[in-house]
């Protein structure tokens, strides 16, 4: 299982870090992958990783928020894909669906509403992109 969950990581972080380019749909320039320092992508999955953390720049494109880019890092539990990454803002930021502590709360992250295992890093990349340039009242986080 873990080789599985960690070649479907290896393929999800490839196609994050063709983001980085100023014509990507969404932007993110990736930082931190839980497979930096291996050199092709057998090695890397048969790595037994302990902790899978990804961290990286988005740019987001709202008149408000496209000044900058904002650090965040996405979080993937044991139960991943069976459950959703956690998402949190290291860039302070004030938005409605941001916490004061980081945390980011929309409905792809949420495992009652549109998660499926097939979802994809990009595709959560691109909702955390969409409610930064388009907050949502329905996700408004408690602590921020």
Known sequence: MASKLNKRLYTDITRLKLLDKADAEVRFRVEKTPFDGFDDEEEAANQKLAEHLITGLIY???K?????????????????????????FLTPVYHINVGLDGSFCTEILQKQCSWTPTTSLVEVLKAVVKHIDEPSLEY?????
């Not at 900058?68 to 959703?84: G, V």
């Not at 408004?140 to 921020?144: E, F, K, M, Y």
């Open 60 to 62: 987001p494109e709202s």
């Open 140 to 144: 408004a986080s408690s602590v921020g």
């Open 64 to 88: 408000i928020y496209n000044q900058r880019a904002f650090r965040i890092e996405m979080i993937l539990t044991d139960t991943y894909p069976m459950d959703p990454p956690k998402v949190r």
